[in-house]
């Protein structure tokens, strides 16, 4: 089978000749942060199954209406290494504002200052105006014409419980869990409802691909309540994965953590792979375990851990890879890395021998238990 046509069977439900090899967020022609990661990209495009993600213009709170009521510029913070990002938007309701700090040396930022600081700032930023964005396909078909038939091109979507959560941050999102579950309520089914016409538009143009869509993992235990989960992911992401299936497409799905409260919540939502299926400790089951859980109901993809790369001896990393490619063997499983491989932006020996050794053991693996 070729990378496309093994990716497809698992988004279909089947079982492919042999588990699939990814290295996420490979692609053809990507620009890399550092030189040491050329080999790697090369056996990347050459061997591993490619998953490219690809997006159409969007934006969940305002559509193009953001460009003329929000404006965005940089201060300096008394560190060379570090930037703030400040945003502001004017609405009819009120200004907001929030705070980025932005790596100058390719660290992950972080938000400083949220945009949204009190439960009445949503209700008045769901009174600001929405515009959304036409929609074109000509991204979607030249990205799908880039990959070929090496492997698919996954159409990235927003999430509706994120977008709220990336606004308020983590404690207002608990903490208005409690206080103020309607307000939260109403700004998901507002977002929500919003990546649905995306999706249909998508549709309408004569799509029909893997979407894709990262999120869930800041509303599952212990973050938040099995509860929590069902009223502000499972309520939402149900609705439009049946839209998504019942026009022709698929739905992949990140969610790092513990997947024991939920697995089977993504399985009756619909979900057709689930990424990253970490192992015990950063998750709470083995790849067994969870294939015993979900039998070819779900795809699973993942269970190597970034941290594994680049600590790990290059024969651990054997042994890892081959016990992941034993649990798949015969199953609906993409082996993949639980991040991006290129998120590093100084690697060291050790990251770019484990992830040559991972490409390279990893396909020889899979190629063992072909079917």
């Known amino acids: 089978?070729?990378?496309?046509?093994?990716l497809t069977r698992i988004f279909r439900g089947e079982v492919p000749d042999r588990p699939a090899v990814k290295l996420w967020r490979a692609r053809p022609g990507q620009k890399l942060p550092h030189p040491a990661y050329e080999p790697v990209h090369r056996a990347?495009?050459?061997?591993?199954d490619l998953m490219v993600d690809v997006r159409s213009p969007f934006d969940l709170n305002f559509g193009t209406a953001g460009k003329r009521i929000s404006k965005r510029w940089e201060e300096p913070t008394g560190s060379e290494e570090w930037m703030n990002v400040i945003t502001e938007v004017r609405t009819p309701e009120g200004t907001f504002r929030s705070v980025y700090a932005k790596s100058t040396v390719g660290k992950p930022g972080y938000e400083r200052e949220y945009l949204l600081k009190e439960p009445g700032d949503t209700k008045k930023l769901l009174a600001a105006p929405y515009e959304?964005?036409?929609?074109?396909?000509?991204?979607?078909?030249a990205t799908e014409r880039e990959v070929g038939e090496r492997g698919v091109a996954l159409f990235g979507i927003d999430h509706a419980m994120y977008g709220l959560q990336r606004?308020?941050?983590?404690?207002?999102?608990?903490?208005?869990?409690?206080?103020?579950?309607?307000?939260?309520?109403?700004a998901i089914e507002v977002f929500s409802r919003r990546i649905r016409e995306q999706v249909a538009q998508a549709f309408?143009?004569?799509l029909k691909p893997a979407f894709g869509w990262v999120g869930p993992e800041v509303c599952i235990p212990p973050l938040m309540?099995?509860?929590?989960?069902?009223?502000?992911?499972?309520?939402?992401?149900?609705p439009l994965i049946d839209l998504i299936h019942e026009r022709g497409g698929h739905a992949w799905v990140h969610c790092h953590g513990k997947m024991g409260p939920v697995l089977e919540r993504f399985v009756e939502m619909g979900v057709d792979v689930l990424n990253p299926m970490e192992p015990p400790p950063m998750g709470d089951m083995t790849l067994e375990e969870a294939f015993a859980r979900v039998g070819d109901r779900m795809g699973l993809e993942g269970?190597?851990?970034t941290h594994e790369l680049m600590t790990a001896s290059k024969e651990r990393m054997k042994e890892l890879v081959r016990e992941a490619i034993e649990a798949g063997r015969g199953r609906r499983f993409i082996l993949c890395p639980s991040s991006g491989y290129t998120e590093c932006p100084v690697p060291d020996e050790r990251l770019i021998d484990n992830l040559l050794t991972y490409i390279h053991e990893g396909v020889r693996c899979a190629e063992a238990c072909r079917q």
């Open 44 to 48: 990347a495009m050459e061997l591993t």
């Open 204 to 206: 309408d143009a004569g």
């Open 132 to 141: 959304p964005y036409p929609f074109s396909p000509d991204p979607f078909h």
């Open 303 to 305: 269970n190597i851990e």
């Open 167 to 186: 606004m308020i941050g983590p404690e207002n999102f608990a903490l208005w869990s409690i206080d103020c579950r309607d307000v939260m309520l109403e």
């Open 225 to 238: 309540s099995p509860k929590d989960f069902d009223d502000f992911v499972f309520r939402f992401d149900k």
């Open 1 to 6: 089978m070729t990378g496309r046509e093994r």
